[in-house]
């Protein structure tokens, strides 16, 4: 059995990127969606242990403290991490893993694991971006307008992707995103290290026309 692959996925607030990545999860077999560790507060549906684990900063700080993270950055105000041993125990057993972080988090896990494969999601326009975050409605103006300006920062790290999908039609963008991951688990490395059966590809040694 090969190694999962891992699936780093940024994007802008409001460009749809948790929408995409939990489509994926409920859509295909073997891809597991890696939980953050976060400072910040629960929004109102999310649960601990499922959307994040929400810690205080002094638990995050200890973690830093540990090297337990594979990245970790300041976004927004909060802390967000990601738990080095929970993501590479999935890969180790053959799961791809789903990373949904910011690039700042993207690029440090570029520089541990080069082979992740990294996809960036775009919005529309800026203006579909703007809607998306006012009606949203968990934020209030202030904490959008740092998100905007965030955002404007974030697209120009657009070309150091590998992979760019502009979530317009939600459905178009979940097809373009899916196509990536079985592209992705079709590379002959991956084939011939599941259940390839080699030997059946051989011809036997009385073949018609081998004699």
């Given at each position: 059995?090969?190694?999962?692959?891992?699936?780093?996925i940024?994007?802008?607030?409001?460009?749809?990127?948790s929408?995409?990545?939990?489509?994926l999860?409920?859509?295909?077999?073997n891809i597991?969606?890696?939980i953050s560790?976060?400072?910040?507060s629960?929004?109102?549906?999310?649960?601990?242990?499922?959307?994040?684990?929400?810690v205080s900063?002094?638990?995050f700080?200890?973690?830093?403290?540990?090297?337990?993270?594979l990245?970790w950055?300041?976004?927004?105000g909060n802390?967000?991490?990601?738990?080095?041993a929970?993501?590479?125990?999935?890969?180790?057993q053959g799961t791809?893993?789903i990373?949904?972080?910011?690039?700042?988090g993207?690029?440090?896990?570029?520089?541990?694991?080069?082979?992740a494969?990294?996809?960036f999601?775009?919005?529309?326009?800026w203006?579909?971006l703007e809607e998306?975050?006012?009606?949203?409605?968990?934020e209030d103006?202030?904490?959008?307008?740092?998100?905007?300006?965030?955002?404007?920062?974030e697209?120009?790290?657009?070309t150091?992707?590998?992979?760019?999908?502009v979530?317009?039609?939600?459905?178009?963008?979940?097809?373009?995103?899916?196509?990536i991951?079985?592209?992705?688990?079709?590379?002959t490395?991956?084939?011939?290290?599941?259940?390839?059966?080699i030997d059946?590809l051989r011809?036997?040694?009385d073949?018609?026309?081998?004699?």
């Open positions: 059995m090969d190694r999962g692959d891992l699936f780093v940024s994007a802008p607030s409001g460009a749809g990127k929408t995409l990545c939990s489509m999860v409920k859509e295909l077999d597991a969606f890696s560790h976060t400072t910040r629960p929004r109102p549906g999310e649960i601990n242990g499922k959307d994040y684990y929400f900063e002094q638990e700080e200890q973690l830093v403290a540990e090297d337990a993270f990245e950055a300041r976004v927004h802390f967000y991490g990601t738990h080095r929970h993501v590479m125990e999935k890969l180790s791809d893993v990373l949904d972080i910011d690039v700042q993207a690029k440090q896990v570029k520089k541990r694991l080069p082979g494969v990294t996809i999601i775009l919005p529309p326009s203006q579909v998306r975050l006012t009606k949203r409605g968990s103006r202030e904490k959008i307008k740092l998100r905007l300006q965030n955002a404007m920062k697209m120009e790290e657009v150091n992707y590998q992979y760019t999908v979530n317009d039609v939600l459905e178009v963008a979940f097809g373009q995103l899916k196509a991951v079985l592209a992705q688990r079709s590379k490395r991956r084939v011939l290290a599941s259940n390839v059966d059946a011809p036997n040694p073949s018609w026309f081998l004699v």
